[in-house]
């Protein structure tokens, strides 16, 4: 079981960035791959970026290549999420993940195993 809550979100003008964090625990803190989702209203939830075990790979959406950058402090059990030159677009709730299964995450919703409870992000114009 692992245990996730994320923080950070708020208000910001466009340009303007974010830092959103992720708070994990369980018997397997630092065991796992994790990621950030997002979700607009009336949106499907999508893949924002992932990050492996030890921290050594990040994966992007196309979308936030170049302007959001993830990582993980395992010592102090926390996912970051790093979100620069924010656009109206960005919009939305995000969502920390945790997948226990697989070395390297994915951008499959399915594939990951325990989720926080979402913090909001909204970009003003």
């Known amino acids: 079981q692992v245990q996730l809550a994320e923080s950070g979100g708020g208000l910001v003008q466009a340009g303007g960035s974010l830092r959103l964090s992720c708070a994990f625990s369980?018997?397997?803190?630092?065991?796992?791959?994790m990621g950030w989702f997002r979700q607009a209203p009336g949106k499907e939830r999508e893949f924002v970026a992932g990050?492996?075990?030890?921290?050594?790979?990040?994966y992007y959406a196309d979308a936030m290549k170049g302007r959001f950058t993830i990582n993980r402090d395992n010592a102090k059990n926390t996912l970051y999420l790093q979100m620069n030159s924010l656009k109206p677009e960005d919009t939305a709730v995000y969502y920390c993940?945790?997948?226990?299964?697989?070395?390297?995450?994915?951008?499959?919703?399915?594939?990951?195993?325990?989720w926080g409870q979402g913090t909001q992000v909204t970009v003003s114009s």
């Open positions: 993940a945790a997948d226990i299964v697989r070395w390297r995450p994915t951008a499959v919703i399915t594939d990951y195993d325990s």
């Open positions: 369980g018997r397997t803190v630092g065991t796992f791959s």
């Open positions: 990050i492996t075990r030890s921290g050594g790979s990040t």
